[in-house]
Nanobody, 117 residues
C-alpha cells in the first residue's frame, strides 16, 4: 500500500520561502509520476506542479518562476521549494503519486501553508 507523508508547511511572511517534502513508501517511487496540489478555503483543489520519473517538471502559471519541484529517487522523496510567497499561496498542499502500471492516484494527508504578516 502506497503511503505519502508531507511535511514542511507552516506560517511565513509575504516574500518568504518554504520547502515542502513528500516521502513515499510502499510503491515504485522511481517510476511514478508525482505532483503537488493545493486547496484554499472555499476553492477547489488545483494543480501546482508535476514531475515525471526522469525529473521533467511542469508548473501552474501562478507559480512559475517562484516554485521549484524536484525529487530524490534514492530517498523516495519529492520536494517543493516555494519562494516569493504571497497570501494567495495560502492553502493546504497535497502531494500525489500516480502508481506505476496501475494508474491509481495516491494522496498524502496535506500540509498547511499560511502566508501572512
Amino acid at each position: 500500500q502506497v503511503q505519502l507523508v508531507e511535511s514542511g508547511g507552516g506560517l511565513v511572511q509575504p516574500g518568504g520561502s518554504l520547502r515542502l517534502s513528500c516521502r513515499a513508501s510502499g510503491g515504485i517511487f522511481w517510476l511514478s509520476a508525482m505532483g503537488w496540489y493545493r486547496q484554499a478555503p472555499g476553492k477547489q483543489r488545483e494543480l501546482v506542479a508535476t514531475i515525471t520519473p526522469d525529473g521533467s517538471a511542469d508548473y501552474a502559471d501562478s507559480v512559475k518562476g517562484r516554485f521549484t519541484i524536484s525529487r530524490d529517487n534514492a530517498k523516495n522523496t519529492m520536494y517543493l521549494q516555494m519562494n516569493s510567497l504571497n497570501p494567495e499561496d495560502t492553502a493546504v498542499y497535497y502531494c500525489k503519486l500516480r502508481g506505476y502500471g496501475t494508474g491509481n492516484d495516491y494522496w498524502g494527508q496535506g500540509t498547511q501553508v499560511t502566508v501572512s504578516s
